[in-house]
Each structure stands twice: as structure tokens, then as C-alpha cells.
């Protein structure tokens, strides 16, 4: 069974970072091609940025140049690193992952971003 679990959501100030991570389980995640997308209530679910099985990495226009995305295929974990946050990235952040071409969601974490 496919687990994906994030954790380092919570409140940041405008201007300020933040780091989140996503604990995979139940695939081997070399073979994975990894995301994280965000959505604010009421909204659709934004992809935020990929990282495929090569380490090739796409990130969406709307966080590019602020944001980077890595995988640890060891420690079986993908992290997004965002800087110069506005309150414009609020949102519950998901981390994804497509193996075998099933696709798999975290429960999301929530980031708040205060002005």
C-alpha cells in the first residue's frame, strides 16, 4: 500500500521560507515520478513542481526561481524548498507520485502565509 506523508506545514511570515517534506513508503520510489501540488480551498489543485525518475525537474511559473525540488531515493523522501513566500502561496500542499503509472496523494500539509 502507497503512503505518502508530509510534514512541514505551518505559518510563515511574508518574505520568509519554508521546507516541506513527503515520507514514501510502498514503492520503490527510484521508480517514481514525484510532484507537489497545492490548492486553496475552493480552487483546483495547482501543480507546484516535479521531479521525475531521471532528476529531471519542472517547476510551475508560478513559484519558478523561488522554489526547488529534490528526492532522496535512499531515504525514500522528496522535499520542496520555497523562499520569498507572499500570502499568495497559502495553500494545502500535496505531494504526489505516479509508479506504475497509478498516481498517489499525501494528506497534505497546510501552509499559511501572513502579510
Known amino acids: 500500500q502507497v503512503q505518502l506523508i508530509e510534514s512541514g506545514g505551518g505559518l510563515v511570515q511574508a518574505g520568509g521560507s519554508l521546507s516541506l517534506s513527503c515520507s514514501v513508503s510502498?514503492?520503490?520510489?527510484?521508480?517514481?515520478?514525484m510532484a507537489w501540488y497545492r490548492q486553496v480551498p475552493g480552487k483546483q489543485r495547482e501543480f507546484v513542481a516535479l521531479i521525475s525518475t531521471e532528476g529531471l525537474k519542472v517547476v510551475a511559473d508560478s513559484v519558478k526561481g523561488r522554489a526547488t525540488i529534490s528526492r532522496d531515493n535512499v531515504a525514500n523522501t522528496i522535499s520542496l524548498e520555497m523562499n520569498s513566500l507572499s500570502p499568495e502561496d497559502t495553500a494545502v500542499y500535496y505531494c504526489?507520485?505516479?509508479?506504475?503509472?497509478?498516481?498517489?496523494w499525501g494528506q497534505g500539509t497546510q501552509v499559511t502565509v501572513s502579510s
Open positions: 504526489n507520485a505516479v509508479f506504475n503509472g497509478q498516481p498517489s
Open positions: 510502498g514503492i520503490i520510489l527510484t521508480y517514481a515520478n
